[in-house]
């Protein structure tokens, strides 16, 4: 469960935007919600696909396009050192072929994540000294590299940074450091991906008479792809990159990229940057999670129309088998949660296996933070060294969290909501409390959330509404397709489709009616019935079929009209901390404990509904709130002690079955309740 949040809306100034513009009304809402409301964001947001600002301002800029102008002069081997993301792909195959067609005896180098890691290290600089090189131009990485750089600088190569990671206490001893986050950048823009730092290289590199709308025509596929893939916030500078990008990625001229598109079913649909990030970026990114990088800047460099479809054939294969193994990992973490699920009690989840593939973890840990709202760090141990990779919920400092326990580690770095690390493995179990501790002492450690754009009737909702989002595409980090609430609508009809893959809800308020589709939910997954009321969540897109066009709504989330989702979250997380014993108020304790009419009214449910198949949490709204979540958990735990029920709990499914029994229970018995009571005499 979330905490829905919708964004407060100021009418009178949304009205004002609405009347200046000459806008749709969702549109000028949508605008003063996000806090676009000067005439200048407004330009900027709505009509600006073509205008980058000149790079002057950028710190060192200047020094990094003059040595790399010499090296070329003098035909020196230049190496671009980038990373195995879609960013550092993307950064590398823009500047590569830049330089390249700029007449510079030039390579490129994209370190293996799985035997090398992220950015550069001293064998790799050690094997581009035995190459010949002589300036190392890193994009996306570089700015922690300070040892790596005074190496290289010991064998005789020198070093221009561009990144746009946030700079460590040292800045690194190269000819140039181009980081519009260090402190003394006057840029103005400081969002840009590592492909749109080495844009405004190339920008630099033109010099006086660059022609940004020229350079834009040529490389703003790769700037949507790296800007998209990075998820940066779309605004500014960003938001033109992926405006121009997606135009070119649609009538692309490079053979890799048409051959990714065919690969990926893409071919003859539009595309946007929700379909780029859950489609081709992935494909990306799972060459390099698989440690074979370089196939992906060969993909978008090379003009032979059978070697790029070989590549992306491969590319496709690469990400099914990211799949499986993300998909084999979840099933393994489904397997300890279900023989303990102690492991789901703490406020930060670590969860530790095998060998667990490195390059698919970070993906797995988002995962599980979707499905229990909180911080997630999943690590991988070969039995005497761990890699780990952390994903936040808005609000808590993951960076933080992990810098905390800086002495149980040998690396780490990251920022609020995602982290990675090294550790040696005896130290697992003790990151583990050490971190929990951090989450324990943070002021109000906050709960997952979902954003509303805003409330919607449901009688206002129409074609014209749907088409005036397009106004605010693209969309993506910073700027997210919008999610509408539609509050207090009453199930009148749930009709299962696709052999009940999927479900369409007829729904109604007052005259109103609407049909709202709920994908990869069966009926029997469904926890709602005819005629409860509940609130929806929902985008809107349009549908279009045999020349028509209509509305459809796209349930996001849903849940009960009655439920209070911050005293459920609040009612378990009590509960969760009795648990792991931190519960020392006697007000908090009293609430948990049940009474036997509590017991009674919570088991002749279950024995009346046959068992239960759902979240224990939607169990507040089936009992009609006669019962806290943190004493229904209570309860459970105590039947279940007292072996009157079986839980099976994973990550896939919640399944409550009742054992056949004969005679009374003593239900004081149950360890949970002496423990609770214990406490309160104690306090």
């Not at 979840?330 to 023989?339: A, G, N």
Request: some cysteine.
């Amino acid at each position: 469960m979330k905490l829905w949040k919708v964004a407060p809306l100021d009418k009178a100034e949304a009205k004002r935007i609405q009347s200046e513009y000459d806008l749709p009304a969702i549109t000028a809402i949508l605008l003063q919600i996000r806090h676009i409301t000067t005439s200048e964001e407004i330009e900027d947001f709505l009509f600006n696909d073509s205008f980058i600002a000149p790079p002057d301002d950028i710190k060192d800029i200047d020094k990094a396009a003059a040595r790399i102008r010499q090296a070329i002069e003098r035909e020196e081997l230049i190496c671009v050192y980038g990373d195995y993301d879609a960013d550092g792909v993307t950064s590398t195959a823009l500047l590569y072929s830049y330089l390249e067609a700029s007449g510079a005896n030039v390579i490129y180098y994209i370190p293996s994540r799985e035997t090398e890691g992220y950015g550069m290290n001293k064998n790799a600089v050690r094997t581009l000294c035995e190459r010949g090189v002589k300036l190392i131009v890193t994009v996306d990485n570089g700015i922690a590299a300070d040892e790596e750089i005074a190496l290289a600088s010991e064998l005789g190569i020198e070093t221009v940074v561009t990144d746009h990671h946030t700079p460590l206490k040292t800045i690194p001893d190269a000819v140039a450091v181009v980081d519009l986050h260090q402190q003394d950048c006057p840029s103005r823009f400081k969002q840009l991906s590592g492909v749109g730092v080495a844009f405004k290289l190339v920008m630099a590199l033109e010099g006086e008479y660059c022609d940004c709308d020229a350079l834009l025509d040529n490389y703003a596929d790769l700037l949507s792809l790296g800007t998209i893939g990075d998820i940066v916030d779309l605004r500014g500078e960003n938001r033109v990159f992926v405006k121009r990008g997606l135009q070119s990625l649609m009538n692309t001229d490079r053979a890799g990229i048409s051959a990714l598109i065919n690969a990926s079913g893409l071919n003859g649909k539009e595309l946007t940057a929700g379909r780029v990030s859950f489609t081709l970026v992935p494909r990306i990114n799972a060459v390099g999670r698989l440690g074979e990088s370089g196939k992906s800047v060969d993909l978008l460099l090379t003009e032979d129309i059978s070697e790029a479809e070989e590549i992306a054939r491969a590319m496709d294969t690469d990400n099914a088998e990211r799949r499986r193994i993300e998909n084999e990992i979840l099933d393994k973490i489904d397997e300890k949660i279900r023989r303990c699920p102690s492991l789901t009690l703490d406020k930060v989840l670590v969860i530790d296996g095998k060998d667990w593939h490195q390059g698919v973890i970070g993906i797995v840990a988002s995962r599980i933070k979707e499905i229990y709202g909180k911080p997630v760090i999943i690590i991988s141990d070969d039995g005497q060294k761990a890699k780990a990779s952390g994903r936040s919920i808005e609000g808590f400092p993951l960076c933080d969290a992990v810098a905390y326990c800086a002495d149980l580690l040998t690396h780490y770095g990251g920022h609020p909501m995602a982290a990675g690390l090294s550790l040696p493995s005896a130290n697992i179990e003790l990151f583990r409390i050490r971190i929990n501790e951090f989450a324990d002492s943070f002021p109000d450690m906050p709960f997952d959330t979902l954003s509303i754009a805003c409330r919607l009737n449901p009688a206002s909702v129409n074609v014209g509404m749907a088409d005036a989002l397009s106004h605010l595409q693209p969309y993506g980090a910073g700027n997210p397709a919008p999610v509408f609430g539609f509050f207090n609508m009453t199930i009148a009809d749930i009709i299962p489709l696709s052999n009940n893959k999927h479900l369409r809800l007829q729904l109604t308020r007052g005259s109103a009616r609407m049909t709202a589709m709920l994908f990869f939910t069966s009926t029997e997954e469904f926890p709602y019935r005819r005629g409860d009321v509940i609130d929806i969540a929902a985008a809107l897109e349009i549908n279009e079929y045999g020349g028509n066009r209509s509305v459809s709504v796209v349930v996001r989330e849903v849940k009960a009209s009655d439920d209070d989702a911050e005293a459920i979250l609040s009612s378990g997380r009590v509960f969760e901390e009795f648990c792991q014993g931190a519960v020392r108020d006697n007000d908090a304790l009293r609430a948990l404990l049940p009474s036997r009419e509590d017991f009674a009214l919570l088991y002749r449910f279950l024995r009346d509904s046959g068992g239960y198949t759902h979240k224990t949490e939607t169990l507040v709204h089936a009992l009609n709130n006669r019962l806290s979540y943190g004493k229904i958990r209570v309860i459970l735990e105590a039947l279940s002690d007292l072996n009157l029920i079986e839980i099976h709990e994973g990550l896939k499914e919640c399944r409550i079955t009742l054992n056949t029994v004969s005679g009374k229970a003593d239900l004081s018995s149950a360890r949970i309740i002496r423990a609770i009571q214990e406490s309160l005499n104690t306090l």
